[in-house]
């Protein structure tokens, strides 16, 4: 047998209230709660307190709202649509509810659920758009924090784009018959081109799209983000980045994204793995670049989900320039990227007043030519420089720094999986940092770290890199006698 729908003891509605008056009595903090409540409405604020306090009158004089500088009366309630009874006082409120009742006007007395016709919800304000979330009984902190989370993943476009789709309901009804055509039309609008202009505040832009597609009544066209999944965490994922997500028909996303995120996506968008881990590509750059124009052209919303930020050795310079040449609309989401995350994991300054004042972001592969790379001038001159999956090239990095002219003393910090739980860090010195290249046990993602200002780090919770140092020596000199 199918387990029974529990019952809800209140009904949620939607009251009409525009023009009208609504009645708070008090005036402490519980009366200013609800007006700042019922002040996101249209309503006519009538406030009842012959001693409100100083931010209720504040309130009061930047709303407009009506004060009734005076105790209460039970014909300061005559023509309200509803009721607030907000002094604190029990004997009061409960006398504000009795004469509201009488009167047929629905009432609430705060924190007095015997005495409430209705409950006030927390309130998503997204106007016209509203979503009201009421727990019954639960608590308020269970409906805010539930209120907080939806919050987060609305988009703030989301009201001026539905005021954009009331003022062409008419013409769509008329232009576009029921059924399919009218439901591709809509689908397209909140998930197409009008609502990307409208996130990025093309007002004009959104309505000249939404007017495209009524007299054109063609499907939308295809739309490629460009996203950073962060370092790794997913609680370091943009607003923008999970809101892209949970619309995207296909997710196509690199190794080194976790699941944790990619499962964030919308249930049921097509997940497309394409390798991009070292020494291990299921597809090619051309590959890549040719899926997403094919998906593109065949009309799909897609997340190509990146590590890190896509502009930080993303390749997504040769991704943007395919979709450019192909005419495939696209937008780029950052990320949080790893050298900051490494940098939080260490509570590490990168830049620090009198010692650094600029950064590079570079790769260990970088010092491979013959000539040092302007970047390690840079370094010399001390900026603080974050190397990028140079844990396998660690030896040369600090030879070549060190040949420069950078002191071997120079502070270091190395994270493995930063901003995960699993995270690992180290410390040292330039000279220690050999020691990497022979560390088979590190096997996830490595940040290194390298500078004067990396000295002011938080180093409690991180291993010496000297202490593998000697064995690292060893190891080396074992296998050139072996050889």
Request: proline share 5%; hydrophobic share 50%.
């Amino acid at each position: 047998m199918p387990q029974a729908t529990a019952k809800l003891n209140a009904f949620p509605v939607f009251m009409r209230v525009e023009g009208e008056a609504v009645a708070i009595v008090g005036g402490g903090e519980e009366a200013l709660a609800k007006a700042r409540l019922i002040g996101q409405s249209s309503a006519v604020l009538r406030i009842i307190a012959d001693a409100a306090g100083a931010e209720l009158l504040a309130f009061i004089a930047a709303d407009g709202a009506i004060h009734i500088a005076a105790a209460y009366d039970a014909a300061h309630l005559e023509g309200a649509v509803m009721a607030f009874a907000a002094s604190g006082n029990e004997a009061l409120d409960r006398r504000v509810a009795e004469d509201a009742r009488r009167m047929g006007i629905p009432v609430n007395a705060v924190d007095r659920p015997e005495l409430c016709d209705f409950f006030t919800p927390a309130l998503v304000n997204r106007a016209p758009v509203a979503i009201a979330i009421g727990t019954e009984g639960a608590g308020p902190v269970l409906a805010q924090m539930l209120r907080s989370r939806i919050d987060r993943m609305l988009s703030p476009s989301v009201g001026p784009l539905a005021s954009l789709a009331a003022s062409l309901r008419g013409t769509a009804e008329r232009l576009l018959p029921k059924g399919n055509a009218r439901r591709r039309f809509w689908s397209d609008f909140f998930g197409g081109a009008p609502a990307r202009a409208m996130a990025a505040g093309q007002l004009s832009q959104a309505h000249d799209a939404a007017v495209d597609m009524l007299l054109s009544n063609a499907p939308a066209s295809g739309h490629i983000a460009l996203v950073g999944a962060g370092p790794g965490a997913e609680d370091l994922l943009t607003l923008r980045a999970h809101r892209l997500l949970m619309e995207a028909d296909v997710i196509v996303h690199d190794a080194l994204v976790p699941e944790t995120i990619v499962a964030m996506g919308r249930r049921d968008a097509e997940r497309l793995p394409v390798g991009k881990r070292k020494g291990c590509h299921t597809k090619s750059q051309a590959e890549i670049n040719a899926l997403l124009i094919e998906l593109g052209r065949d009309g799909k919303r897609v997340v190509r989900l990146k590590s890190g930020d896509p502009l930080v050795f993303g390749r997504a310079g040769e991704e943007m320039a395919a979709l450019r040449d192909a005419g495939i609309a696209y937008e780029v989401v950052p990320g949080v990227t790893a050298a900051f995350a490494a940098a939080a994991d260490f509570e590490l300054p990168l830049t620090l007043r009198g010692v650094s004042s600029s950064m590079v972001f570079t790769t260990g592969h970088d010092l491979k030519g013959n000539s040092l790379p302007d970047w390690a001038k840079l370094a010399i001159s001390g900026a603080t420089v974050a190397v990028y999956m140079g844990r396998s090239v660690a030896a040369e990095v600090a030879g070549r720094l060190i040949e420069a002219g950078l002191s071997p003393d120079t502070a270091v910090a190395v994270v493995e999986n930063a901003s995960l739980a699993n995270r690992r860090r180290f410390h040292g010195t330039l000279a220690d940092l050999p020691s990497l290249e022979v560390r088979a046990d590190l096997t996830g993602p490595v940040m290194t770290i390298i500078g004067d200002a990396v000295a002011g780090a938080n180093f409690e919770r991180s291993e010496p890199l000297a202490a593998h140092r000697h064995e690292g020596a060893a190891q080396t000199a074992a296998e050139g006698a072996e050889r």
